[in-house]
């Protein structure tokens, strides 16, 4: 009887392992998945990263600098709803005329651009300098559409919001 004892146990525990292992394979696989989607965005809307040559330097799509630029506003709020993200996506597709999967990869690639220019902040004052040396302001109608559908989701404007949205002015030189 011990010794069945022991053998239930010896294969429970077998078998305790193999799932766990099994588990972190399937979320190593995620992990690969989600860099491979991000890969495949920028490759299509057109981005290359350089050598030597920051991320944002490198935008050369300006709607790639205007969803960089609103993940940015969106997450110098103190932590974004749901529904605040819903309304970027939302503001992104009728502004810039996309559909879904573009505004969702697009999402991907601005959130990637902000953490590569470290954080929200330094990445409004750089990506709105960059968007405006792409298309000389034509994208601030677009970028004040997005804008404005994500703090009709919100409690207003925050601060550091109210900072950024003057340092985008500055930016396009409108002040």
């Known amino acids: 009887m011990p010794a069945l004892i022991a053998l239930v146990g010896l294969i429970s525990a077998a078998a305790f392992f193999l799932l766990r292992a099994r588990n972190a394979a399937e979320a190593a696989s995620d992990l690969v998945d989600m860099a491979q989607d991000a890969r495949a965005a920028a490759r299509r809307f057109g981005f290359r990263r350089r050598t030597n040559v920051h991320p944002v330097e490198s935008i ?28 970027m996506g939302r503001g992104l597709q009728r502004e810039l005329n996309l559909s879904l999967t573009d505004a969702e990869e ?29 298309d000389a302001g034509r994208s601030f109608p677009p ?33």
């Open 106 to 134: 697009l999402v991907v690639l601005g959130r990637w651009m902000m953490s590569e220019c470290g954080g929200a902040e330094p990445a409004i004052t750089r990506v709105a300098r960059k968007l405006y040396k792409l």
């Open 60 to 87: 050369e799509d300006p709607a790639l600098a205007v969803a960089t630029l609103a993940v940015a506003f969106l997450e110098l709020d103190a932590l974004p709803a749901r529904e605040q993200q819903m309304a």
């Open 143 to 175: 970028l004040m559409g997005v804008v404005k559908e994500i703090t009709a989701e919100g409690q207003g404007l925050s601060d550091k919001q109210s900072r950024a949205l003057e340092d985008i002015k500055k930016a396009f030189r409108l002040s």
